[in-house]
Nanobody, 126 residues
Framework: QVQLVESGGGSVQAGGSLRLSCAAS????????MAWFRQAPGKGREGVAS???????TYADSVKGRFTISKDNAKNTLYLQMNSLKPEDTAMYYC????????????????????WGQGTQVTVSS
């Protein structure tokens, strides 16, 4: 049974930092494509960052230079380091995984991922 459990969300002021974690189990973690998505109230879910099995990363333009995705295969854990946070980063953040891999051009696509966590809330105040 695949499980993805996020943690690390919270409330910070603009300019602050948070580190999200996603503990994964139940599938071959090291060969999977994994990603972080977010969904703000009244908006659709959008891809934030992805990391492929070979370590290649992709970022949404809105977070480039501020967010860093990484993974620890030994701990089966995915991370998202978020720096220079802005109020527009406020959203529920979700971890997603696709054991079968994804075409690089589609790695931030919501429909490409078969497994999702429950989410962790990030709130950034101005």
């Amino acid at each position: 049974q695949v499980q993805l459990v996020e943690s690390g969300g919270g409330s910070v002021q603009a300019g602050g930092s948070l580190r999200l974690s996603c503990a994964a189990s139940g599938y071959t973690y090291s060969t999977s494509c994994m990603a972080w998505f977010r969904q703000a109230p009244g908006k659709g879910r959008e891809g934030v960052a992805s990391i492929e099995a070979d370590g290649s990363t992709t970022y949404a333009d809105s977070v480039k230079g501020r967010f860093t995705i990484s993974k620890d295969n030994a701990k089966n854990t995915l991370y998202l380091q978020m720096n220079s946070l802005k109020p527009e980063d406020t959203a529920m953040y979700y971890c997603a995984a696709e054991p079968g891999g994804i075409l690089r051009s589609l790695v931030l696509g919501v429909l490409e991922y078969g497994y999702w966590g429950q989410g962790t809330q990030v709130t950034v105040s101005s």
